[in-house]
């Protein structure tokens, strides 16, 4: 009998750490849980965060690496991190009995050194997200996975990313606070708008009807486009562009290519020649004076023929084959 009460009380310590090891995974859980509901992302540093991603472990975390302090130079990690803090919000609140056994938190640079040094990160922000290691959502792969922050980043692609990650579990959806200054602002603008209409409708009304209004809009519009001002944006064009002997070259060789400055001196000569032929063909009939309407004529033709030839000259300078040319510009 006393062999077998010594063997009992042998195994009883051993026992008890088994029946306990389980109930601690769990009260781990419940515990940062239970801090996120108040404060969440979790602020952590070196010590917390091995203590929470140490395995064993039968929950997720997401962990945001960044460095918030503005002598770091990271942009993105200031601009990430209030998207961060809405996604761990709107999640913990949506999963305030833990259902999806996943914990947020952040540690920064400056709080957690040596485990920046440890996972050998050179650049932040990095989010990783580590699955269990035990329990019913246990995952094989025990690192970390690592999103990609390629491109611009919003609560709502990290919460996909995460939700991806996480299939069989709830996914509590992003909630964004309502923004009243903004709606202010969109409802002042709006009834300030009508109120300027409203007031200025008797005035803007013979404008609008103006037929020299809506021909000067046009006139300015056909130039920009048959100069080529979209192509220069859809291609983003230089300005000017090096000759190859220390000079400038304003024009490019080639139909498919040209230079910023090009478009812009295009359209002054097609701008220039519309409203010389305008002005022969509407304002010089009206000139009561034969003498002056006879200099007027000689004006305007000599202004179209030099921009004609100069138009040429350029065309030539597009097409080295085109054989045609005008004096003064060859």
């Known amino acids: 009998m ?6 009992l009380l042998s195994l ?3 026992t008890i750490l088994a029946a306990k090891k389980p109930a601690a995974g769990v009260d781990k859980f419940q515990a940062y849980h239970t801090k996120a509901l108040t404060a969440a992302p979790l602020k952590l540093d070196d010590k917390i965060y091995n203590t929470l991603t140490s395995a064993p472990r039968d929950y997720s975390v997401a962990v945001l690496l960044t460095a918030l302090e503005s002598r770091f130079g990271c942009v993105l990690c200031r601009e990430f991190q209030p998207e961060w803090e809405l996604l761990s919000r709107s999640w913990t609140k949506g999963d305030k009995q833990g259902e999806s056994r996943l914990v947020f938190g952040t540690l920064d640079f400056l709080d ?3 485990t920046f040094q440890s996972l050998g990160l050179q ?5 990783l997200l580590f699955q269990p290691t035990v329990g019913r959502h246990a995952n094989s792969d025990t690192g970390p996975t690592r999103y990609d922050f390629s491109n611009e980043q919003s609560a709502e692609q990290a919460h996909a990313w995460i939700a991806r ?9 992003v909630s964004r606070p309502i923004n ?6 969109i409802t002042t603008t709006i009834l300030g708008t009508i109120t300027f209409l409203t007031v200025a409708w008797p005035y803007l009304l013979p404008v609008i009807q103006n037929r020299n209004v809506w021909a000067a809009i046009s006139l300015i519009a056909i130039l920009l ?3 080529g001002h979209m192509f220069n944006h859809i291609r983003k064009v230089p300005y000017v562009a090096g000759d190859g002997r220390g000079g400038v070259s304003y024009f490019a060789g080639g139909f498919s290519n040209q230079y910023g400055l090009e478009t812009q001196i295009v359209a002054a000569m097609y701008g220039l020649l519309s409203f010389a032929t305008i002005s022969l063909a509407l304002k010089v009939p009206r000139i009561a004076d034969p003498r002056t309407q006879q200099i007027a004529v000689l004006v305007w033709g000599g202004v179209i023929f030099v ?3 100069f138009l040429l000259s350029v065309f030539r300078i597009k097409n080295g084959g085109y054989p045609f040319w005008l004096p003064p510009f060859s």
């Open 123 to 127: 650049t932040a922000p990095v989010l």
């Open 2 to 7: 006393r062999f077998l009460r010594g063997l």
């Open 180 to 185: 009243w200054v903004r709606g202010i602002a």
């Open 112 to 114: 957690g050194k040596n």
């Open 225 to 227: 486009f048959t100069s």
């Open 307 to 309: 921009m004609y030839s």
């Open 165 to 173: 990650q996480l299939s069989d579990r709830p996914h509590p959806s």
């Open 12 to 14: 009883l310590p051993a």
